[in-house]
């Protein structure tokens, strides 16, 4: 490639990178159009269909009132729902590839997920009220990474520890989940049952309130610290030079996708396949990491999460399947060539 | 840009701590610094003049870098201090001193794909508030530093495939638009051509003489230290062997001393800075490795 960069070398560098942001532009206008189509969808059909433009004049709290209370009540909250999560998955997951510069690291790999879901349901069987499950969320999501941690931090977080540990850290942490449905009385186990797969049937603003503005605040912090997330790749003595205080902002900015992730798990339960893939579906089209792909990460997570959703709800002929469902099937293949992917010496230091 | 206009932009102006004297001088006390158990940085005592070239030199594993690593705080001494004008560096808030001095390591990391322009513009970083939007004297800065190094025309080229020498170029343009008055750089030739060392040095000349910065250099070669450097530091094992003028420190005795190397020193015809010419060694007379 080096030997190109004679005379005509920045008349291509800047068709290339002009090229590189059209694609940003329109990738960009494709999942807001989708966004807002998928959002229409899913507040209009369910069981008691109606026309857009009643559901819409329902949200506001206008019209039949039967009407506005579906929308309201059930629709409104399950679509808040999906698009925090998909978009705090889609953000968790580029953050935690850059910091780790490793594209597997992903929060259900790494097992902050599990440890989120275990949180929400313990914190379930404490019979404190369904507002307070982000709080339990969040715990059980920095529990799981002390945990990853503690196991893998002593090795310098090489890839095969990193994801050995974390799958490890998740596996029994999903296993502990298990366990307590199992053994909780009935009205318990329904409720926890959520947090084995992944879904969004019955979330009422109960569940979804606070962990929604607490999700959209984490999104914010994300975004705000993103210049820091861009001199940490200059490496820690060049960053360290530029005044940034390297183990504390590479510490906030874990700390954001932690709650970004675990709070995305507060809203489904474990939903895989979401922060692992939309990063890798990001660059693919746009391009290396930058402040404009972490934005697309947001939102094709949340379209990636709003359309599996609305694919089992209505598509589907089985009845009542878990969202988690369909991104896990489409998330284990993915992974497996990833990894494939990372054996080769070739592509070891490509992400 | 014209010179005209490249000494507009670099205009200096009062900043936050002006009430203190600016001599740019570097100081370390009783400096220790280690790795683990390991000394590395052994009591040092030191001064480096503001307004100078300073060279440091020494034999591999003396401690240069690791000095370096210690004057920019990115390793905190176990003993003893180092000071920025008489100010304890680790007093100073970690931005304030960003905006004091800058740094280019000896192998800096360069992100995936990034243009020269986006990574010149991470060296405004310390000048930017939490929220602050890119500002006008923001792009002054880094359009002055890409013309000062010659980088303008590359701006739109990804940094990663760039030749060895443009993308020193480009990183001496990251540490210029951080606006310092002190630039530090460590082996900053190492890894280019003879034509390539030259034109950094140059550089770094010009900063020195043109835009007035301070800089502190870790070199390799002592021909070009002696002839580039106002102020030579000559380290070895963590101690200070000797500092001074060039023409003043650098005999054939110490290069004896610190590299083990005999040698005849001799004007420079060029420059008439002193310049090392190690004796011829034949095959039988070398020393043991």
């Known amino acids: 490639m080096t030997g190109l960069l004679e005379a005509s070398a920045p008349a291509r560098a800047v068709s290339a990178r002009t090229r590189v942001r059209r694609r940003v532009l329109l990738l960009g206008a494709c999942a807001v159009a989708a966004l807002v189509a998928l959002s229409v969808v899913s507040l209009t059909v369910g069981q008691m269909s109606m026309e857009a433009s009643v559901a819409l004049r329902a949200l506001v709290g206008l019209g039949d009132q039967g009407d506005v209370f579906v929308v309201q009540e059930f629709r409104a909250p399950r679509l808040a729902a999906a698009l925090i999560a998909g978009a705090g998955l889609g953000v968790a997951g580029s953050l935690l590839q850059r910091l780790f510069r490793n594209p597997l690291a992903s929060p259900d790999v790494m097992g902050i997920t599990g440890g989120a879901s275990f949180g929400s349901v313990v914190l379930l069987a404490t019979g404190a009220s369904a507002s307070f499950i982000p709080l339990g969320a969040l715990g059980g999501g920095l529990l799981a990474a002390l945990l990853l941690g503690v196991f893998a931090w002593s090795s310098g977080l090489t890839v095969t520890r990193l994801v050995l540990v974390g799958l490890a850290v998740q596996a029994g942490l999903a296993a502990a989940v298990n366990l307590m449905v199992v053994r909780f009385p009935a009205e318990l186990a329904g409720a926890a049952l959520q947090w084995t797969t992944g879904s969004l049937y019955g979330r009422t603003w109960t569940e979804v309130g606070a962990a929604a503005v607490a999700g959209v605040v984490a999104l914010a912090a994300a975004f705000v610290l993103h210049r820091r997330l861009a001199v940490l790749d200059l490496g820690d003595e060049s960053a360290g030079a530029l005044g940034i205080k390297v183990s504390s902002a590479r510490l906030q900015l874990l700390l954001t996708a932690i709650a970004l992730a675990s709070l995305a798990a507060a809203l489904t339960g474990p939903v895989a396949f979401v922060a692992l893939a939309v990063p890798h579906l990001v660059r693919f089209v746009a391009g290396p990491p930058t402040a404009a792909t972490t934005a697309l990460s947001c939102l094709v997570g949340a379209v990636l999460l709003l359309s599996s959703d609305l694919v089992v709800q209505h598509l589907l002929p089985v009845e009542g399947l878990p969202v988690g469902v369909v991104t896990a099937t489409l998330g284990a293949p993915w992974l497996l060539v990833l990894m494939i992917r990372q054996s080769m010496p070739a592509n070891r230091s490509s992400v | ?289």
């Open chain 2, 1 to 289: 840009m014209t010179s005209e206009q490249l000494a507009a932009t670099e205009h200096r102006v009062p900043r936050d701590d002006a009430s203190a004297p600016r001599r740019n001088e570097l100081s370390t006390r009783g400096l220790d610094l280690r790795y683990g158990d390991r000394v590395i940085v052994d009591g040092l005592d030191l001064v480096l003049p503001g307004d100078a070239i300073t060279a440091i030199v020494g034999p591999n594993a003396c401690g240069k870098s690791t000095l370096l690593r210690g004057l920019t705080r990115l390793l905190a001494p176990a003993g003893g201090s180092v000071a920025l004008d008489g100010t304890d560096i680790h007093r100073m808030p970690a931005r304030a001193l960003a905006r004091r001095m800058g740094l280019l390591p000896q192998q800096p990391v360069t992100p995936e794909a990034i243009t020269v322009e986006a990574l010149v513009r991470l060296g405004r970083y310390p000048h930017q508030r939490l929220l602050s939007p890119w500002s006008t004297a923001d792009q002054a800065a880094v359009d002055a530093a890409l013309a000062r190094t010659g980088t303008d025309v590359l701006r739109e080229q990804p940094v990663d495939q760039l030749s060895g020498g443009q993308r020193q170029r480009a990183w001496i343009a990251l540490a210029l638009a951080q606006d310092t008055d002190l630039l530090l750089l460590d082996e900053p030739t190492t890894f280019l051509d003879l034509r390539h060392q030259l034109d950094v040095l140059d550089l770094v000349a010009e900063l020195h003489a043109e835009a007035g910065r301070t800089v502190v250099m870790v070199l390799h070669d002592l021909g070009q230290a002696a002839r580039y450097a106002d102020h030579l530091v000559v380290l070895k094992d963590g101690q200070l062997a000797a500092a001074g003028a060039p023409a003043d420190v650098l005999d054939a005795e110490l290069v004896k001393s610190v590299f083990d190397v005999d040698c005849r020193v001799i004007p420079d015809p060029e420059s008439g800075t002193p310049l090392v010419i190690p004796r011829h060694r034949p095959a039988g007379r070398r020393p043991p490795v």
